[in-house]
């Protein structure tokens, strides 16, 4: 069922970005800081956006149906969570997005983010949801003119192409 959820979650996250990209405009000159800095928020913006008529819609390719559930607290590890329903079972994979310039080197975690992870994975009565990191490689493309500067973030194939890592596997190989 993971598998499967994994492959729906990366079909789904595919079609998100396949006719348009995130893209902002400013009426007044930006340094590139601000331009990183607005990437994260502007991508989960984007995706959380496009994401849930997209889940529904895929849902009638398959034999399991998609549901996105967008939570109301800041203080959820996810951004978006996508249950995935079979006949035999069911699957929540709670997305967390991380934006990643390809043009900056260095990335930093967001350290609310890894204590999230270990207090999910420490409880004994977890069954049927794994957290999911989707790291959006983008790369940023400014035009700066006399209007202002307009931003369109390309987000990077190499995106979708994640492989799965779970805490026990990662915690085996050490």
Known sequence: MLEQSLSDLRSCLRLVFVDSMPEAAFDCERSDRPISEIAGRLIEDFVLRKLPPIAVGFQNRISQSLAVAIPTSGRTIEDFR?????????????VDIKGHNQQRSGSRPNLASIRKCVEFYGDPNLTGQEIVIFFCRYQPRVQRNAGGTQLLYEVLPESFDEQPCHPDSVARSH
């Not at 996508?82 to 709670?94: G, P, V, Y």
């Open 82 to 94: 996508l249950t995935c329903h079979s006949s035999a079972s069911s699957m929540e994979l709670l």
